[in-house]
């Protein structure tokens, strides 16, 4: 470890961006399996009441951590848009994103 501060607060955040990075790339795995099975199953790729679901979700989780609401709506939105053009993608669809949430 150094003896820099900001070395060391920097070392850390990209330690867990790294996390964060292989996080995402479980989560996008997972998602295109189920993709794959809605596809399969003639499931709508886009479902709005886990959609809003996941905006309450993260909501309390905001007030609990401290986070910004706005923001993790924001973060959301950007994954949710993702998965749905993977899920488009899997059944030869085109995408365009909806407006935010």
Known sequence: MTDDPLAHWRDQIDE??????????????????????????AVAPVDP???????????????????SADFLERF???IIDEVVSHHRAIRDEDFEAPSPL
Do not use: C, P, Y
């Open 16 to 41: 867990i961006d790294g996390q964060m990075v292989a996080l995402l790339a479980k989560r996008f795995k997972i998602t295109t399996d189920v993709g794959r099975w809605k596809a399969q199953n």
């Open 49 to 67: 009441d886990r959609e809003r679901r996941q905006v309450e979700r993260l909501h309390a989780l905001a007030s609990e951590t401290g986070l």
């Open 76 to 78: 959301l939105r950007i």
